[in-house]
């Protein structure tokens, strides 16, 4: 039987997304719709299809430690995670995920409280934490972490508006700054940010700021989310957190507790099977801030933008973070050359650039750019290009 099968994946269209790439990665005409996040895995919410029809979660549940391997399907029972490409056109609110104890303690919480998975109010809709990993496909825009102490100080002092917010970080510190903005009235906020905004927009508008400014930021931020009513309190994060630029392929981890926010540009992620999400502004969305601040990691953070580690075959470069539920890796292919593996656990991998063959034994499988395959664990396969390719792959480490 074999053992390696064709992937199609899921669109899901959310208001950030773009109208372009992601059509032109599958090879579909755009319509007016926004798409946002093409997802290769077993959530339920939007598993992928194999070749056979079956849906991939239905395919693990039934195929078990045949389907992940002894060591991973005793140590999750599931697919671990979730591989998605992402097309991020507009920016996304400010996020933080709880740590795995933590969100096993609010799932249960919540579920006891009554409050339905489908509320808008609902903070843990499972039980599972959610570190994630993306890699750059383009120059790509984050806010990841409070900023180091001297540099935070700067920003206060060089933004007029945000002067008075000095004294409380150096008496208070980062929990103290935070828990001031968040907790303030909307009054208050509009009274403080209002200024901000009128001598920064014409800035924007006129193309005169830069994308390393906080300021760019802030005005796209106030553009997309609140050019009527009330402003955002998300715009203070980014002034408080790092600007941080990736380029392609290099990648950038989250782990529980990071405060971070995509700002522009189109990734790879892989992550933790889970939908746990406490937000911190820049969206219309629920922000629950009480619960917010017991998840947020309240320290500097030194962005570590990482390469990746090139293998010996000199074919695949793994970005290793210390997830125990993915690892992702980007799999360069020239003319001539094969990609040999024998999958320790369930594996999937999506064609980037140019064109290969996917073989297992006498089986063949064909894929173009934004083609994918799902290899089950112990299965023996190579990856044969024509020409120069990119893949990249999903695996959890074994």
Request: aromatic share 10%; charged share 25%.
């Amino acid at each position: 039987m074999s053992k390696l099968f064709a992937l199609k994946g899921q669109i899901q269209n959310y208001a950030w997304g773009g109208q372009s790439y992601i059509p032109d990665l599958l090879n579909f005409e755009s319509d007016e719709h926004k798409y946002a996040e093409y997802w290769l895995g077993a959530h339920v919410n939007a598993p992928a299809q194999l070749e056979t029809g079956k849906s991939l979660d239905a395919f693990v549940s039934e195929q078990g430690a045949e389907a992940l391997g002894e060591e991973i399907f005793d140590k999750f029972g599931r697919l671990p995670y979730l591989f998605k490409v992402l097309d991020v056109h507009d920016m996304l609110s400010i996020q933080v995920h709880p740590t795995k104890a933590e969100a096993e303690k609010g799932y249960a919480r919540e579920n006891e409280e009554g409050i339905p998975l489908t509320a808008k109010n609902r903070n843990y809709k499972d039980d599972n934490h959610k570190p994630e990993i993306m890699v750059a496909l383009s120059e790509f825009w984050l806010l990841h972490g409070f900023l180091p102490e001297e540099q935070l100080k700067s920003s206060l002092k060089s933004t007029s508006e945000l002067n008075h917010l000095l004294e409380v970080f150096e008496q208070s510190g980062y929990k103290g700054l935070y828990q001031h903005v968040m907790e303030e009235s909307v009054e208050r906020t509009n009274e403080v940010l209002r200024p901000l905004i009128d001598r920064i927009l014409p800035k924007y508008e006129a193309g005169e700021l830069q994308k390393e400014s906080a300021d760019y930021w802030a005005a796209k931020a106030y553009l997309t989310f609140c050019p009527e009513g009330d402003i955002d309190k998300g715009i203070y994060s980014i002034y408080f957190f790092n600007i941080v630029k990736v380029m392609p392929g290099q990648a950038v981890f989250q782990d529980a507790g990071i405060p971070h926010a995509y700002m522009e540009g189109q990734n790879m992620e892989l992550m933790a099977n889970s939908d746990n999400v406490l937000r911190g502004g820049l969206t219309p969305k629920h922000v629950d801030v009480p619960e917010l601040l017991k998840h947020v990691a309240f320290e500097e953070t030194i962005p570590n933008v990482m390469e990746g580690d090139l293998q010996a075959d000199g074919l695949e470069r793994i970005y290793k973070s210390p997830a125990p539920d993915f690892e992702l890796s980007k799999i360069s292919v020239q003319s001539g050359e094969s990609y040999l593996k024998t999958a320790a656990t369930a594996e999937i991998l999506i064609v980037l650039q140019g064109e290969v063959q996917a073989i297992e034994g006498e089986k063949e499988i064909p894929l173009k750019r934004g083609e994918a395959v799902f290899a089950a664990a112990a299965c023996q396969y190579k990856i044969e290009a024509d020409s120069s390719a990119v893949l990249y792959k999903a695996s959890a480490p074994v």
